[in-house]
């Protein structure tokens, strides 16, 4: 059984990636029908709602780290559910000081195995991994 943190992350790429199907619906009441279709334990509801506000106007900052670090692929080229995970991760590792940038990598690996492919891991793995090298932060624990 995956953890609440898991769950929030999934749940929050999932939300992702409905909203890019309705970009023109209004944010509140798609969130508050995701959450009636996507029931969750209150923490990993939480957590994902966390992330999902949080990345709500970052958007467009998280699109533009990922394309940083992607060799010849253009942003709409990546499959969605894979750009969704990415995108995830990128917030977490830049903004959420109390995720270890290493477990955002684990953890989008891991969901990129259960919702995408095995060649889908490994390309989100590198991409992750290149922009951990850039971050001025350790990699293995959470800053304060």
């Given at each position: 059984m995956?953890?609440?943190?898991r769950l929030?992350r999934?749940?929050?790429?999932?939300?992702f990636y409905?909203?890019?199907?309705?970009?023109?619906s209004?944010?509140?009441?798609?969130?508050?029908?995701?959450?009636e279709?996507?029931?969750?334990?209150?923490?990993a509801?939480?957590y994902?709602?966390?992330?999902i506000?949080?990345?709500k106007d970052?958007i467009?900052?998280?699109d533009a780290?990922?394309?940083?670090?992607?060799?010849?692929?253009?942003?709409?080229?990546?499959a969605?559910?894979?750009?969704?995970?990415?995108?995830?991760?990128v917030?977490?590792?830049?903004?959420?000081m109390?995720?270890?940038p290493?477990?955002?990598?684990?953890?989008?690996?891991?969901i990129?195995?259960r919702f995408?492919s095995?060649?889908?891991?490994?390309f989100?793995?590198?991409v992750l991994?290149?922009?951990r090298?850039?971050?001025p932060r350790p990699?293995?624990q959470?800053?304060?």
């Amino acid at each position: 059984m995956p953890n609440e943190r898991r769950l929030g992350r999934i749940a929050a790429m999932q939300f992702f990636y409905q909203w890019e199907a309705q970009p023109d619906s209004p944010f509140e009441s798609q969130l508050q029908r995701f959450w009636e279709l996507h029931e969750q334990a209150e923490k990993a509801r939480g957590y994902g709602e966390e992330l999902i506000r949080g990345m709500k106007d970052r958007i467009a900052e998280l699109d533009a780290i990922i394309a940083q670090y992607v060799d010849n692929w253009e942003l709409p080229r990546i499959a969605q559910v894979d750009r969704n995970i990415l995108r995830v991760a990128v917030y977490e590792m830049k903004y959420r000081m109390d995720v270890p940038p290493v477990v955002s990598i684990d953890e989008a690996i891991e969901i990129a195995k259960r919702f995408s492919s095995e060649q889908s891991s490994r390309f989100i793995n590198g991409v992750l991994d290149r922009y951990r090298k850039e971050l001025p932060r350790p990699a293995r624990q959470p800053t304060s």
